[in-house]
């Protein structure tokens, strides 16, 4: 079973330009999130998706960052325009809720971005 | 607010050895306490979690031990071996806040061969 998938890689950028990152979470998954992973530091939440209904975006600096999830399934996160500071990893993760609690995150290997 | 602190923020151990490392959590509504693993390049891949109506839980060389009333948990690596460098996550996450996880700051291992 292929795992959450994201792309770009890497990618390198200047400050004020836009970028976008995508995620294609594990088939039949319905939660997907995007976390933000500075450097030596643990994930942080941005944005938790419920099939395609943003449930909890208190996180997501709404001035410069949006996310979409059309069709409940792909998602992508962008940055306009992006600052020095957003110079981090973007996770994403997925999960299938089961109604219990705690349910296994999968994340995918992430997007480096670097703004010059 | 940090909810959730870890220690050591790096730690080595021989082959061998055991590994501990340490969290605490400030929010008593946490309800589910996982630990991932991050290898370079990687993204973080579960490798245990506990729920806080038990004390302790074992998979192979991996034992977490939890602590309500001190609210600590804490990840022990029996016979830790080369393949176990990684930096290590605990996090905790409550289910009527959407299974959000909190994660810890991390803590990098090296086990030295």
């Known amino acids: 079973e292929a795992g959450v998938v994201q792309s770009p890689r890497y990618k390198i950028i200047e400050k004020k330009q836009p970028v976008a990152f995508w995620c294609n979470p594990i088939?039949?998954?319905?939660?997907l999130y995007w976390y933000l992973q500075n450097l030596g530091q643990g994930p942080e939440l941005l944005i938790r998706y419920e099939n395609e209904e943003a449930v909890d975006d208190s996180q997501l600096p709404k001035d410069r960052f949006s996310a979409e999830r059309l069709k409940g399934v792909d998602s992508t996160l962008k940055i306009q325009p992006a600052e020095l500071g957003d110079s981090a990893v973007y996770l994403c993760?997925?999960?299938?809720?089961?109604?219990?609690?705690?349910?296994?995150?999968?994340f995918g290997p992430g997007t480096r971005l670097l703004v010059l | 607010q940090q909810q959730v602190k870890q220690s050591p923020q790096s730690l080595i151990v021989q082959k061998g050895g055991i590994s501990i490392i340490n969290c605490a959590y400030e929010?008593?509504?946490?309800?589910?306490f996982p630990w991932y693993q991050q290898f370079p390049g990687k993204g973080p891949a579960l490798l245990i979690a506990i729920r806080p109506d038990v004390s302790e839980k074992k998979e192979g060389r991996f034992t977490i031990s939890f602590n309500k009333s001190a609210k600590q948990f804490s990840l022990h690596i029996m016979d830790s071996q080369p393949g176990d460098s990684a930096t290590y996550f605990c996090?905790?996450?409550?289910?009527?806040?959407?299974?959000?996880?909190?994660f810890g700051g991390g803590t990098r291992l090296m086990v030295k061969p």
């Open positions: 993760a997925s999960s299938q809720p089961t109604g219990q609690g705690g349910e296994t995150q999968y």
């Open positions: 929010n008593t509504a946490f309800d589910y």
């Open positions: 996090a905790a996450s409550r289910r009527n806040a959407g299974n959000m996880l909190t």
């Open positions: 088939s039949g998954h319905n939660t």
